[in-house]
């Protein structure tokens, strides 16, 4: 069945550097529509970005990321971390439109001073 | 204002109680969901109900079951209660479709003693 393949665990960073949270996943349907969900504490999640297009980069709020379907990935961005980009990530999925989004394990971002 | 509205935001109970969690949308969606999140943040789909109709049931056991008097209300009541229920219930709504934008209630938080 489907699948969505995250950075397990806690990334902690520095606030300044760059952010990369990893997302694969797995499908057999050719047209997927892959998303980013932050939660922040104590609050549910909201969609950070969402694409279904091929090799082209979608960016919001700072973030970016590009869905790349020859190597299964849409990988999570940002030129430089904020102490307020501190939360927890999920990547998702839609590999068929008409079912659900299936959610990875989600990656929690640690960002300090 | 519009958004996804949840009832009650916590509810503590004793194993084998039955509880009911409410659910309303504002947003003028026709698609609506439970999703649970356990204590180590997987977020799993349980239902999906379109326009009164139940189009995803995911592998949850029998004493769950939802209601859905209308497209903008879906209920989820738990006869039964067992320890491993003890998690957050978000319930979210979209347009038809897994390839549009969940919005999310704010929870409840259900913890069985």
């Known amino acids: 069945g489907d699948s969505v393949t995250q950075t397990e665990g806690l990334v902690t960073l520095t606030e300044g550097l760059p952010v990369m949270l990893n997302c694969t996943y797995q499908?057999?349907?050719?047209?997927?529509?892959l998303f980013w969900y932050v939660q922040h504490l104590n609050e549910s999640p909201r969609l950070l970005l969402k694409?279904?297009?091929?090799?082209k980069r979608t960016e919001h709020q700072g973030f970016h990321a590009t869905l790349h379907k020859s190597s299964s990935s849409f990988h999570l961005q940002k030129s430089s971390a904020q102490l307020s980009d501190s939360a927890l990530y999920y990547c998702?999925?839609?590999?068929?439109?008409?079912?659900?989004?299936?959610f990875g394990t989600g990656t929690k971002l640690q960002v300090v001073p | 204002e519009t958004a996804v509205f949840q009832t009650p935001n916590y509810h503590v109970t004793q194993v084998g109680n039955e509880v009911s969690f409410n659910c309303k949308q504002t947003?003028?969606?026709?698609?609506m969901y439970w999703y649970k999140q356990d204590s180590k943040k997987l977020l799993k789909i349980m239902f999906s109900?379109?326009?009164?109709?139940?189009?995803v049931n995911e592998t949850v056991p029998r004493r769950f079951s939802p209601q859905s008097s209308d497209k903008a209300h879906l209920n989820l009541r738990i006869k039964s209660v067992e320890p491993e229920d003890s998690a957050v219930y978000l319930c979210?709504?979209?347009?038809?479709?897994?390839?549009?934008?969940?919005?999310f209630g704010s929870g409840t938080r259900l913890t069985v003693l």
């Open positions: 979210a709504s979209s347009y038809l479709g897994g390839t549009e934008t969940l919005y």
């Open positions: 499908t057999i349907y050719s047209n997927p529509f």
């Open positions: 694409s279904f297009t091929d090799n």
């Open positions: 998702a999925l839609s590999a068929n439109s008409g079912t659900y989004q299936r």
């Open positions: 947003l003028g969606h026709d698609t």
């Open positions: 109900y379109n326009n009164k109709q139940l189009i």
